[in-house]
């Protein structure tokens, strides 16, 4: 199925923070046309997608949250893409945390890095299968799936001492789920002094909106992009004291 994107909507320049809801509208419907659909419905629920030069083929599961590409997901890859050059990600170790379906992870690892793509166990064969479809013979280093349920054996499965990630990141691991203390103690556990977290959250309910907060005790919190229409925030942090000198512009 041919897909295309629309010239005018990419030649919109975009610095920092979405500027208003005309702007707003115009970035979400730019991300939102990287998504496609087959033409014919087969045996196996998949969606399209096309961001770092490539079709991505993502197949799902519609009776698990963490087979479905969530638009948190698509907002990461698309800043991810268009500020390779800011945050050029060739030969960079990246960990994606609750990687789903692994959108995210595809995206990095097309765009250069060394990717591991975690997730609970039950969600690894999915997640396999589509990092390999995607991945296999185009991409520099080739990406690797690993279990990790949040909070549990850490050192054992990511040890302090030899583990060392330039970047973490996390689309819409904030949502109804009884595990943020876990999630809060492994972005703590995976995060060195020098590493960057890149983390899309879709604000939902009172009580998850306050993990923001109990994030912040540990970590410096900047807010990259905002899309009021989606609910969407995209931050970056860094560990207390760590953040580094805002680029003058970005493109979100």
Not at 50 to 69: N, Q, S
Not at 217 to 227: A, G, K, R
Request: aromatic share 10%; with cysteine; glycine share 6%.
């Amino acid at each position: 199925m041919a897909f295309r994107i629309s010239s005018q909507l990419e030649r919109i320049p975009l610095t920092g923070l979405c500027g208003g809801e005309k702007e707003d509208e115009e970035i979400v419907a730019e991300i939102m046309r990287r998504r496609f659909f087959p033409a014919l419905i087969t045996h196996k629920a998949w969606e399209g997608f096309h961001f770092a030069g490539h079709e991505i083929r993502i197949t799902e599961a519609t009776d698990c949250y963490g087979a479905v590409v969530w638009p948190s997901a698509l907002v990461l890859c698309y800043f991810l893409e268009t500020n390779s050059k800011q945050y050029n990600l060739v030969d960079k170790n990246v960990i994606e945390i609750g990687a789903g379906t692994g959108l995210v992870s595809i995206v990095a690892s097309l765009l250069g890095a060394l990717v591991t793509a975690t997730d609970l166990p039950e969600l690894l064969g999915n997640l396999q299968h589509n990092v390999l479809q995607n991945t296999k013979l185009k991409c520099k280093n080739q990406p690797h799936v690993k279990e990790l349920s949040w909070g549990i054996d850490l050192e054992k499965k990511f040890p302090r001492s030899s583990c060392h990630f330039d970047y973490i990141m996390a689309a819409d691991v904030v949502y109804h789920h009884p595990f943020l203390d876990e999630l809060l103690l492994t972005f703590d556990h995976l995060c060195k002094n020098d590493t960057v977290i890149l983390w899309a959250m879709r604000f939902r309910l009172d009580k998850e909106n306050q993990f923001v907060g109990r994030f912040q005790t540990l970590f410096d919190l900047e807010v990259i992009s905002n899309f009021p229409s989606l609910n969407i925030t995209l931050y970056k942090a860094m560990r207390k004291g760590r953040m580094k000198a805002r680029p003058s512009k970005l493109t979100v």
